[in-house]
C-alpha cells in the first residue's frame, strides 16, 4: 500500500513564525502536492512538484515556499506565519502519468496560528 | 476553467439504504473522473478512478458511473452502513500537461442505524 505521512497532525505556531511542514511518500512517485482545505472554500492547491528540484505555483502559493531536495520528501515552508494560514494541510503523491493515475493523500496537518 | 459541482451538500440517510452522490462539471474534455472519501479531521482516500473511455466503474458496493456529454458522474453506494458516514469528493484533472485535480466541495453524508 502507498503510505504519506505528514510530520504532525497538529501543530501551533505563532505570527511570524517560520514554519515547516514536512511530508514524506514510500512509493517513488515523482509527482507530489500541497492542498489546504477550509470550510466553505474546499480544497486549494497552493504548490507541487513533478520532480526532484522542480515546482510549480498552484492556485494560492502566496505566502508559501516549497522544497523538494530528494524525491521521497516535500516540505512546505510558510516563511512568517500569519493567522490566515490557519488551516487543514493536506499532502499527496501521484505516479507520474496525470490522466491514469489517482493521488494519494496523507493524513493532514492541522495548523493553527495564534 | 473547469468547475466541479457536487449537490446536495449534505444527505442523511437510514442503515440499508442505497446512496446516490451526484457530480458535475463544465468541461467534457476530460480524461478521467475520481472519487474520494475524506472522514472528519483526516485525509482523502482514493475510491474509484473512471477512465474517460469508460462508462462505469466498480468496487465492492461501489459503483460510478460517467456520462461525459452530459457532464455528470454518479456514485452509488449499496445497502449504506453507518461506517460510509463520510464527505465524498469528485474530482476531474485539468488538460494541461500536470493535470492538476479539480475538486468539488464534497457531500456530507450521515448513514443512520
Known amino acids: 500500500d502507498v503510505k504519506v505521512t505528514q510530520s504532525s497532525r497538529y501543530l501551533v505556531k505563532r505570527t511570524g513564525e517560520k514554519v515547516f511542514l514536512e511530508c514524506v511518500q514510500d512509493?517513488?512517485?515523482?509527482?507530489m502536492f500541497w492542498y489546504r482545505q477550509d470550510p466553505g472554500l474546499g480544497l486549494r492547491l497552493i504548490y507541487f512538484s513533478y520532480d526532484v528540484k522542480m515546482k510549480e505555483k498552484g492556485d494560492i502559493p502566496e505566502g508559501y515556499s516549497v522544497s523538494r531536495e530528494k524525491k521521497e520528501r516535500f516540505s512546505l515552508i510558510l516563511e512568517s506565519a500569519s493567522t490566515n494560514q490557519t488551516s487543514m494541510y493536506l499532502c499527496a503523491s501521484r505516479p507520474a502519468n496525470p490522466f491514469t493515475d489517482t493521488q494519494y493523500f496523507g493524513p493532514g496537518t492541522r495548523l493553527t496560528v495564534l | 476553467k473547469q468547475e466541479v459541482t457536487q449537490i446536495p451538500a449534505a444527505l442523511s440517510v437510514p442503515e440499508g439504504e442505497n446512496l446516490v452522490l451526484n457530480c458535475s462539471f463544465t468541461d467534457s474534455a476530460i480524461y478521467n473522473l475520481q472519487w474520494f472519501r475524506q472522514d472528519p479531521g483526516k485525509g482523502l482516500t482514493s475510491l474509484l478512478l473512471i477512465q474517460s473511455s469508460q462508462r462505469e466503474q466498480t468496487s465492492g458496493r461501489l459503483n460510478a458511473s460517467l456520462d461525459k456529454s452530459s457532464g455528470r458522474s454518479t456514485l452509488y453506494i449499496a445497502a449504506s452502513q453507518p461506517g460510509d458516514s463520510a464527505t465524498y469528493l469528485c474530482?476531474?484533472?485539468?488538460?494541461?500537461?500536470?493535470?492538476?485535480?479539480?475538486f468539488g466541495a464534497g457531500t456530507q453524508v450521515v448513514v443512520t442505524p
Open positions: 474530482a476531474v484533472p485539468g488538460t494541461d500537461s500536470w493535470g492538476k485535480l479539480q
Open positions: 512509493m517513488d512517485h515523482e509527482n
